[in-house]
């Protein structure tokens, strides 16, 4: 008695049963048993195309993540010209340098290179009052923005110290230079 209850219920031993169930699928009826859609294979296209849908989010969010500089340049005084940064310290990569000439009276510029050591001093030219490009190899410039004007710069910076600064005369030996530190 027992047995033959198990078996009516079981589908295995009830064919009827059998064809019920396989038909239950509101999706695959007329579809031929062998090419209906399975429970598991549903579930590894859709876990796919979550996984491909997070990698393109992981993918966007490290774009908009760009490393970003912000580099003000300011002159109260001829003698008092400052270049700050804000981060001061960057992981290597794509850097974007975004200038700001917050001085509203003179012109400047911003000058990027990388340091030999973080110690290194730059050759300066004395009668000329500026740094001696010609012996420097330097990485990119952003010129004559205009007093209260804005210019861009993107490098890729290895690990190490860079200095930036303005090459107008007599501006960097008013302080208008400052070092970013980049890491690995
Ligand atoms: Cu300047």
């Known amino acids: 008695m027992a047995d033959r209850t198990i078996g009516a219920n079981n589908r295995r031993h009830n064919p009827a049963l059998r064809r019920a169930q396989t038909n239950a699928c509101p999706n695959c009826s007329g579809v031929p048993t062998r090419r209906r859609h399975s429970f598991v294979s549903t579930y ?8 491909l849908a997070l990698a ?3 993918a966007a969010g490290h774009f908009l993540a760009a490393t ?12 008092a ?21 917050a001085d509203p009276i003179d012109e400047h510029e911003m000058n990027l290179m990388r340091l030999k050591s973080a110690d290194q001093k730059l050759p300066f030219n004395a009668k000329k009052n500026h740094v001696d490009e010609s012996q420097l190899k330097t990485l990119g410039e952003v010129e004559d923005i205009k007093p209260g004007a804005s210019g861009k710069l993107t490098a890729t ?4 110290t860079y200095m930036l600064f303005c090459n107008i005369k ?4 008013a302080g208008m230079h400052n070092t970013l530190t980049v890491t690995k």
């Open 44 to 51: 590894l296209t859709t876990s796919r195309s979550v996984l």
């Open 56 to 58: 393109l989010t992981l």
């Open 157 to 160: 910076l290895k690990p190490g």
């Open 68 to 79: 970003t500089v912000n580099v003000t340049e300011n002159g109260k005084t001829e003698d």
């Open 81 to 101: 010209m400052t270049l700050t940064l804000e981060p001061v310290s960057v992981k290597a990569g794509e850097v974007t340098f975004m200038v700001k000439n």
């Open 170 to 173: 007599g501006h960097y030996k």
